[in-house]
């Protein structure tokens, strides 16, 4: 069973950047697309971006587009989320998940994606 785990969220000012890191362990990896979501409090998880599990196609929400880029380097079984120009509105927890069949195409859907990491707080200050 495949288990992510995120890191590299913290505290930024308003113009900063980050680059958060989703690591997988434990089982199949490189076969399928993975997500990155954001939850803020109060607020439903939303969709933030994905990578094709070539990483050949990317997607992202308008929110973070030319703004956020998504990578993924499967030798290292790691996906990344470098993050430019931030803003106190993309404070969130950040999740990374793995979508639940392999080879599929890129969705936006939360319900597509198991198993998901335990998150990572991204904080922007004003």
């Known amino acids: 069973q495949v288990q992510l785990a995120e890191s590299g969220g913290g505290l930024v000012q308003d113009g900063g950047s980050l680059r958060l890191s989703c690591a997988a362990s434990?089982?199949?990896?490189?076969?399928?697309?993975v997500g990155w979501f954001r939850q803020a409090p109060g607020k439903e998880r939303e969709f933030v971006a994905a990578?094709?599990?070539?990483?050949?196609?990317?997607h992202y929400a308008n929110s973070v587009k030319d703004r956020f880029a998504i990578s993924r380097d499967n030798a290292e079984t790691t996906v990344y989320l470098q993050m430019h120009s931030l803003k106190p509105e993309d404070t969130a927890v950040y999740y990374c998940?793995?979508?639940?069949?392999?080879?599929?195409?890129?969705?936006?859907?939360?319900?597509?994606?198991?198993?998901w990491g335990q998150g990572t707080q991204v904080t922007v200050s004003s």
């Open positions: 998940a793995r979508k639940r069949r392999h080879y599929s195409e890129l969705t936006l859907q939360p319900t597509d994606y198991t198993p």
């Open positions: 434990g089982g199949t990896f490189s076969r399928y697309a």
């Open positions: 990578i094709s599990w070539s990483g050949t196609y990317t």
